[in-house]
């Protein structure tokens, strides 16, 4: 099975992924003591169930410890993204996100911290490269100093830090057959992310950020104007078609990699997968106006959708 390579920007971003693949990985466990270990885990799901309703249903689908695993590499990633946007001071933001960065490469990190805890058992147990942790932290950091992308390339380059980083680093968790995955975590993580980007235009704009490619704005004859003024008129419609009809190719193109998962891992990330791509729908049932409201996939919605995501997963894989 071979990935058919159709844009410049997914060779750049597997030669990322290889590099980090071959970064350090921890080779000793952590020292601490089990119930404070056990109480950092369950802040970390604590954390997950509060912010991610998605990611907590399809990692309730895992073996329990690759869930509780799971769970502790969310809330590291989102300690890591709430640091960028706590600070109203760049400089401060980057001083707390590098001390982040040190805090969580300490192979036993300080007892008052369970998400810096509960990541370091997780990332022994594991073996996660230490790589796709530090360029996660670099792509996060981008939002201190860029808040606008020229081209999708662009976009697809920042969407690799954000997000592919993670599925590269919940593939260890899951357990993969070989290196051969990598490209389709890659993929994965830039269609994820890019639905985000499309339902939170709106939110964005508010932190005065904007992540649309802006040469494909110009394309369809858009400008910041029409994004600050939520000018919901039919260019933009067509805008988001086109979004979303490339979005959709992204994730076709990644299934395929579902199949080099461990096989008790593969229905929780298509399930993520797919209840991620339900919110595609909600934004065309709703004329593609993500400016007066955010959509979402409510809970009917996932559950429907979990048999036959289960079925496919199963049927494909056997």
Known sequence: MTLQFQHSWETQLLSWAEEALRSQTPSAGILADAPVLEAAYQHCEAMTKYHSRTFYMASSLLPLNKRRAARALYAFCRVTDDIV???EDRDAAKVALEKWRQRITLANPPADDPVALAWADTRTRYNIPSGYAEQLIDGVARDLTRVRYETFDDLAEYSYGVASTVGLMAMHIIGFSGEEALPYAVRLGVALQVTNILRDVAEDWQMSR????????????????????????????????????????????????????????????????????????????????????????GLTGKLVRLPGIWWRSRRAYA
Not at 240 to 249: L, V
Not at 268 to 290: C, F, K, S
């Open 85 to 87: 946007d706590e600070y």
């Open 210 to 297: 904007l992540y649309l490619p802006l040469d494909e704005l110009d394309a369809f004859g858009l400008c910041e104007d029409d994004i600050a003024n939520g000018n919901h008129s039919e260019r933009w419609r067509e805008f988001m078609r086109f979004q979303i009809d490339r979005n959709r190719k992204l994730y076709a193109g990644s299934w395929d990699g579902i199949a080099m998962l461990d096989s008790d891992g593969r229905f929780a990330i298509g399930a993520a997968a797919e209840l991620y791509q339900g919110i595609l729908q909600d934004i065309e049932n709703h004329d593609y106006d993500v400016f007066s409201r955010r959509a979402h996939l």
